[in-house]
Structures are given as C-alpha cells and as structure tokens.
C-alpha cells in the first residue's frame, strides 16, 4: 500500500510560482510511473507531467517551459515535486499527485489533492 501526500497549493497572482511536493509513504517497487494531474471545475482529469523510473519525463504541452517535474529519493522513500513557474487562470485545478508500479499488473494510487488557484 502506498499513501501520498500533497502539500503546496495555494492562491497565487499570474505570473507567480509554486511548487507542489507529494509525500510518498510506503514501498514502491522498482518499475513505477509517478506524476501530477489536474482536474479543474467541470473538466476531466488529465495529465501535467509524469517521470518514470527509466528516467522518461511527459509534460503536457501547455505546461512546457514554465513546469518543472523532479523526484527525489531520501532512505528510500520518495517525494515528487512540481515547481510551477509563471502561472495563469488556465492552471487553476485541483492537482493530484499519482504513481503506479508494476506488481503483478499495474496497481495505482492517488493523493488527496491540493488546490491550486490563479487569479489574474
């Protein structure tokens, strides 16, 4: 079992920055994918950006240049951050921190969320 916890948001002007961190309580396995999502009002969820452990890095394309994605690894556990620079109201969502591993099949977990909210 894997717990996540997400701390970081907040309510930011244009132009500002934050950044996300994400907790990770609990064994991940070797093969594993971990990420950020975001669901704002009305809007399905998708996808900010996403490392996995062979190093690969996704960013959506409107998050390219301004988000940056990073893990880190302390007595093995891990803690992923989202440093988000020059926001707009187009970032205000929800984020959810997201990982899945590789045991037996895929098996996923979600944070609980953290707000985000521009105001321009």
């Known amino acids: 079992q894997v717990q996540l916890v997400e701390s970081g948001g907040g309510n930011v002007q244009a132009g500002g920055s934050l950044r996300l961190s994400c907790a990770a309580n609990?064994?991940?396995?070797?093969?594993?994918?971990m990420g950020w999502y975001r669901q704002a009002p009305g809007k399905e969820r998708e996808l900010v950006a996403r490392i996995s452990s062979s190093g690969d890095i996704y960013y959506r394309d409107s998050v390219k240049g301004r988000f940056d994605i990073s893990l880190s690894r302390d007595n093995a556990k891990k803690a992923l951050y989202l440093q988000m620079n020059n926001l707009s109201s187009e970032d205000t969502a929800m984020y959810y921190c997201?990982?899945?591993?590789?045991?037996?099949?895929?098996?996923?977990?979600w944070g609980q969320g953290t707000q985000v909210t521009v105001s321009s």
């Open positions: 997201w990982v899945e591993h590789l045991v037996d099949g895929w098996r996923a977990y």
């Open positions: 609990g064994s991940i396995y070797s093969i594993y994918r």
